[in-house]
């Protein structure tokens, strides 16, 4: 996918540029083309020499150099790539791009350029959730900068959270996907847009710690409620992912918020609203340990161990229960082994929903942690059963149906 393509990868100055070195190295190994731009600050974290050696490309540094500008080469180098990465994303250069400043080289190339932009953030934790930096990040999202991470980790400063800078194979694939034709769209009709619009969406388990070790949890992969997020941004959605414990990467151009359990998706969920559109994809445990043990249990030879469980919060419901705030349109999931038509009907009822997508989860599906599904679309006026589809196909039907919803189409 990547033979022949040209990213300008813009190295930032934090301690996670030694990274974009293999990610040179990777895409260079799918046979992208990549010239590199170096700001001051990234120069003490990785050498010209090394990117050069590793990109096979002049590396370029100096926006006033007279060999490259006596021709504008800043606006020759932004305009022939096919993207423009940047990886590490600090919190100065997201800043600059965020307002239009333009005063070195990296962040004139930025403003140059013609094609779309993928950053990879990589920050302090503190510098991440700062006001500053989400009002930055909001406002990249809504010019139609692609985002991929940060993801939670510990950090050179020694402190632990997001900020941490996606992986190389992350940034990979992001990259991947925003080269993709698919991800090249003609105009949306305007029945079919989210244009404007703020969806939030859950994908993915929860864990539910038992003690340091065990959780309780079930086989859900994400990997539908990531299509469907990455499926409303392509809509022109502003997107709020929140993810629980997956395997797959953070859909690029949105902002996905990872967490572990219930409780926490249920904060980060009241935290992202107001909403026009929620789409609760996520698989939630229903129970919690009342009580997690702080140690490791053991065994002692006397039979297992009584666990009280605690109900967790029904974040749909509750979504669905709100006053004023209420999304436009609430969107829950049934993930059912029996009944999945009559389970969907008494959950859309019990729920307070506007729409349920019900599939069939029992053994031998294949749904759970598979790449296709089998829904029911269930709504007060009906049911429509959808043929067997890959889940990124039943994301783009699913958006379409909602943004025609919302957009005043009804609910076929």
């Known amino acids: 996918m990547l033979d022949g393509k040209r990213i300008l ?18 895409l260079r190994e799918r046979g992208a083309r990549v010239r590199v731009a170096l700001t001051p600050a990234a120069q003490h974290f990785v050498t010209p020499l090394s990117a050069a050696s590793l990109s096979g490309e002049k590396v370029y540094m100096d926006l ?47 403003l140059a350029t013609d094609k779309r932009t993928l950053v990879a953030p990589s920050m302090n934790v503190r510098m991440w959730t700062h006001a500053a930096t989400a009002r930055n990040v909001a406002r990249l999202q809504e010019d139609g900068v692609l985002f991929v991470g940060p993801g939670d980790g510990a950090m050179a400063c020694g402190e632990f959270g997001p900020g941490r800078m996606a992986e190389p194979l992350e940034i990979v694939d992001a990259i991947q996907q925003a080269l993709s034709p698919a991800n090249v769209l003609p105009d949306v009709p305007d029945h079919f847009s989210l244009k404007g619009r703020r969806v939030i969406v859950t994908s993915g388990p929860t864990h539910e710690p038992l003690d340091p070790v065990r959780y309780i949890a079930n086989r859900s992969s994400g990997r539908q409620g990531h299509a ?22 953070d859909p690029a151009g949105v902002t996905t918020v990872h967490v572990e359990t219930a409780l926490e998706m249920m904060d980060a969920v ?50 669905a229960s709100l006053g004023e705030g209420r999304p436009k349109l609430v969107v829950g999931f049934a993930a059912e082994t029996e009944h999945v038509i009559d389970h969907a009907r008494a959950k859309l009822g019990r729920k307070r929903c506007d729409l349920i997508v019900a599939n069939d989860v029992s053994e031998g599906t294949g749904v759970m942690g598979g790449s296709y599904n089998t829904v029911h679309l269930v709504t007060v006026s009906g049911v429509d059963s959808w043929p067997k589809m890959d889940k990124e196909s039943v994301a783009r039907e699913l958006i379409r149906r909602c943004a025609s919803m919302l957009n005043g189409g009804g609910a076929t």
């Not at 009584?306 to 979504?319: F, M, R, Y």
């Open 9 to 26: 990868l813009v190295i930032g100055g934090g301690v996670a540029a030694y990274k974009s070195l293999d990610l040179i190295r990777r």
């Open 64 to 110: 006033f150099s007279l060999m490259d500008e006596a021709e504008m080469g800043h606006i020759q180098l932004s305009r022939e790539a096919d993207l423009v990465v940047v990886a590490p994303a600090t919190a100065d250069i997201m800043a600059k791009l965020a307002n239009g400043l333009a005063n070195d080289l990296a962040s004139t190339l930025l």
């Open 228 to 249: 469907i997020a990455q499926a409303a941004a392509r809509a022109g959605a502003h997107v709020t992912l929140v993810a629980g414990p997956v395997a797959i990467c």
């Open 270 to 319: 009241s935290n992202a609203l107001p909403a026009d559109l929620f789409i609760g994809a996520a698989a939630v445990a229903d129970w919690r340990a009342a009580a997690a043990g702080q140690q490791k249990m053991k065994k002692s030879g006397s039979g297992a161990p009584q666990i009280t469980l605690a109900e967790n919060p029904d974040i749909l419901a509750k979504v």
